[in-house]
């Protein structure tokens, strides 16, 4: 046996019901080497590694650490051989502070030790470059050092395996890079890292291998120097897919939406947008980037009239034709869809925002059309949608009447997205789109986006990738800490500065 | 290696999710359940010193075989059909309207007062009439208080329900003791039984309350289901923020929710004050409030459902009464029954939603050593 071997598992199946998650599933991964696990939603990516971590026991297969067989059945078995997980969803105590995260749920002995502790923290991030100050509150902490935090506690815990669920999806350009440098300052310690990601170029720049999993099975394993953007991306769906997004020209944009110094106070008495002005033009793709939190969320449902305005905002729409302006601050939703305004929301939380769960496809449609209803429900009208929605974009259900919580994400997606554009918009908002879509989806979203633009529809696209906001919007409106940094044109912008520009660390015309 | 402490041994017993379950499976193991509380219950029984076979029948006979305990198994019937309804919006709204029983008094408290004092002044059906809107009005706004504030001010409407029930009895004693005190009781201060005008009456030989409960139980079913009221109310109990985004006014929502629960409970008041008690004490909710609770989980707030349901109870109630008397068991000892059923009833659910896994017979450890 290999001694550098760091784990193999071997015919690894798991099932939830009748899914079948993991199907014999292999993988190997070597002392002081980056594996990237890829695969497509669904794919089993994150079911694999959560029997490694010890969340799930495995129904059938072997792992093997250092050689050795082992059974890990739960967190603290995985801790024991060395095995750390950090997950897409960080699990910090919010009012605990680094080093007290750090070494929580620790065994120790007598009195805490807060100094030993912290020296400790800052040794282990001297040794690998991490920037991180022990005595500060997890609630101070950006997103990119809450991670920090998290990778510190299992290597803390003396993990030499690592797993990273997602590691960049939050994270800014620059942020990226840095994560990067230290993820081979470890590999180069000797560690054996995993690393689940969605981003293909991720994958080329920082890997030395890569394993795809394709619907439950093991596709296959590459060195990373033989790989491509288009082989990796022929492995993870099975078939070659053109890459390239469209952008057609706008024809003939017209004001429709303009907002003007809207500003939002949240429940904490944080400002979360300040004076945010911009023109949404019709058959056009507005792109808004920003690090999460910036303020796109409220930005979105205060157009959709969800969230109220401080006085001085105001966000006007204009009708095609001959018909007057209408304010919309200061009006419920449906008072604005009584006025004729065709405005049209995909919301970041599907399930918890668009969408009700429990409810079947027919019963989701109904939420945009009851309100017309007088007392009993019209249910033929909203199954025909369903169905009609179902044929179009190709969503994978049982029937009409299957609880959409009970559909892949993809599917929820298309089924959101597919409802909202059927109320034939003038604007549509959609909140991260594509997010945990797979690549087909993904692409999918992209054409209904398109064809919507096409049509002469008002299209705002808040959007994460960089890459994906560059190729397919026309022009990208920048947040950062809830105010517009820039406006630029999608067809020159580059990645660099559009980051930058997401941080503070350029552009500031709106800085006091 | 290191992991020399690390054994390798699977876990004795694993939970693992089901997928789908053909539903004939699913009633097999819901009467395999029931079978189950049943031969529990027998071995209590026997402990006890009696024959289970003969306490079983004696309590179907005791709840079925006469007319006279068919009206008495119709009382528990329709206030507990009648609460469980009342519940039913409520919960599905995810409002957690555990004050069934204060909604109960409330509505049995106004329409005692017409009762008392103005069956003089009206006809008998409009002093029906009267007495049963003015127990929904009364039941509605006693839940109408809690979601106000819910709506407004965000209070937490489970426990506000629950304290606004102690508040009802102790406004029945309140009345009892004092201003409505029946002049001609000696001793027990009580208040006046209803004049005949003001009790309910008969069809079938139990009061037509019974009709009333089982076409509201289809008048709920058809209002969940198919209306814009009901399907508001099952939005908001999914999720606040697709309500809100859907453009519905959850607060509003909430409040009406809240008033047809309590209403519905109230006209329950009715039914028991003027169905079968004919007066108002601080029993008269009987408890039904809570046990409707139950019901209304067992049936899944299907009201077409809770009818069986409420209708299985009301026979092992009523039986349990029965074998009290008959066989001397002592009445804790029929509760235990009851309950017994009950917890087998839910804890099935666990056997359909989940499946556990064996450790197989492998010699794994050995070979391992």
Not at chain 1, 426 to 439: E, N
Request: positive net charge.
């Amino acid at each position: 046996m290999n001694p550098e071997i760091a784990i193999e598992m071997r015919d690894i199946t798991k099932t939830f019901g009748n899914v079948v998650a993991n199907n014999k599933v292999c993988l190997d991964v070597y002392r002081g080497e980056i594996l990237a696990l890829l695969g497509e939603n669904g794919s089993g990516k994150t079911t694999l590694m959560n029997m490694l971590s010890g969340i799930y026991y495995p129904d059938s297969g072997q792992i093997f650490i250092d050689g050795k067989e082992v059974t890990i059945r739960s967190p603290k078995d995985a801790i024991e051989l060395g095995i750390g997980m950090v997950h897409q969803h960080f699990k910090l105590v919010d009012n605990l502070t680094a080093a007290e995260n750090i070494i929580l749920g620790l065994k120790g002995k007598g009195r805490l030790n807060r100094k030993k502790v912290a020296e400790e923290v800052l040794e282990i991030s001297r040794k690998y470059g991490f920037d991180i100050n022990p005595n500060k509150k997890i609630y101070d902490m950006s997103v990119s050092e809450k991670q920090t935090v998290e990778i510190i506690k299992v290597l803390y815990r003396g993990a030499n395996i690592l797993i990273l669920d997602e590691p960049t999806a939050v994270l800014t350009v620059q942020e990226t890079e840095k994560l990067f440098d230290i993820l081979r300052a470890m590999k180069k310690d000797g560690k054996a890292i995993i690393i689940i990601t969605h981003k293909l170029n991720e994958v080329l720049a920082l890997s030395d291998r890569v394993t795809v999993l394709r619907k439950g099975e093991t596709v296959g394993t590459v060195l990373t120097r033989d790989a491509t953007v288009m082989s990796l991306t022929e492995m993870m769906v099975g078939r070659a897919v053109s890459l390239n997004i469209e952008r057609p020209e706008p024809v003939n944009p017209q004001p429709r939406l303009i907002v003007n110094k809207i500003s939002c106070v949240n429940k904490d008495g944080v400002k979360v947008l300040d004076n945010v002005s911009f023109i949404a033009y019709s058959g056009e793709i507005l792109g808004i980037a920003g690090i999460s939190g910036s303020g796109q969320k409220e930005l979105l449902e205060s157009i959709a009239g969800l969230v109220p305005l401080s006085p001085g905002s105001s966000i006007t729409y204009y009708p095609e034709g001959p018909d007057k302006p209408v304010e919309l601050v200061g009006k419920r939703p449906l008072e604005i869809r009584k006025l004729g305004v065709a405005l049209s929301f995909v919301p970041e939380d599907r399930l918890g925002m668009g969408l009700v769960g429990s409810m079947d496809l027919a019963d989701n449609m109904m939420l945009r059309s009851y309100a017309e209803d007088r007392f009993f429900t019209n249910r033929k009208g909203p199954r025909h949608l369903a169905e009609e929605v179902v044929r179009q974009l190709h969503v994978v259900t049982p029937s009409v009447s299957t609880p959409v919580s009970r559909l892949s994400g993809g599917n929820v997606q298309k089924v959101l997205v597919g409802r909202e554009i059927s109320l034939a918009p003038k604007v549509l908002m959609t909140a991260y789109a594509v997010r945990g879509l797979d690549i087909n989806t993904s692409y999918t979203i992209y054409g209904l986006l398109n064809e919507q633009k096409k049509n002469g529809v008002a299209v705002i696209y808040v959007g994460e990738d960089l890459d994906v906001l560059l190729q397919l919007c026309d022009r990208i409106l920048v947040l950062c800490s809830g105010r517009v940094n820039g406006i630029l044109d999608a067809r020159t912008a580059t990645r660099e500065e559009i980051g930058l520009r997401m941080t503070g660390a350029k552009g500031g015309e709106h800085h006091e | 290696m290191s992991n020399t402490r690390h054994d390798v041994h699977e876990p004795l017993v694993r939970i693992a999710k089901r997928g789908e379950m053909a539903a004939w499976k699913m009633w097999i193991i819901r009467i395999a359940a029931i079978f189950l509380a049943l031969l529990t219950g027998a071995v209590i029984i026997l402990l006890l010193g009696h024959n289970p076979v003969a306490v079983y029948i004696d309590m179907v006979t005791g709840s079925l075989a006469t007319k006279t305990s068919r009206v008495a198994s119709m009382k528990i019937f329709i206030p507990l059909l009648g609460a469980a309804i009342a519940i039913a919006p409520a919960f599905r709204m995810r409002f957690w309207n555990i004050g069934a029983e204060g909604q109960i008094l409330a509505g049995a408290i106004a329409a005692t007062y017409f009762a008392l004092f103005q069956y003089r002044n009206l006809a008998r059906p409009v002093l029906l009439i009267v007495m049963f809107l003015a127990a929904a009005v009364a039941g509605g706004v006693w839940a109408l208080i809690p979601a106000a504030f819910k709506a407004r001010f965000d209070t937490n409407e489970t426990l506000f329900t629950l304290m606004l029930n102690y508040v009802a009895v102790g406004i029945v004693k309140y009345l009892r003791m004092g201003p409505w005190r029946s002049p001609t009781s000696a001793g027990f201060p009580k208040i006046d039984m209803f004049d005949q005008s003001a009790r309910l009456p008969l069809l079938f030989g139990v009061n037509i309350g019974w009709v009333l409960v089982l076409v509201l139980a289809v008048l709920m079913y058809v209002y969940i289901r198919y209306t814009k009221q009901g399907y508001e109310l099952t939005v908001v109990g999914e999720s606040v923020n697709t309500a809100k985004y859907a453009g519905m006014s959850v607060g509003r929502i909430i409040v009406r929710t809240a008033f047809l629960s309590g209403a519905i409970a109230g006209i329950v008041g009715f039914l028991i004050v003027s169905g079968s008690a004919y007066t108002l004490s601080d029993t008269t909710s009987g408890g039904y409030g809570f046990t409707a609770i139950t019901v209304a989980w067992l049936a899944k707030l299907n009201p077409i459902v809770m009818i069986i349901i409420t209708a299985f109870l009301a026979i092992l109630t009523k039986g349990a009464n029965t074998i009290q008397t008959n066989f001397k068991i002592p009445a804790s000892a029929s509760s235990v029954l009851i309950g017994l059923i009950l917890f087998f009833m839910l804890g099935c659910e666990f056997f359909i939603n989940f499946r556990l896994i064996f450790r197989k017979g492998k010699k794994h450890e050995v070979a391992r050593l």
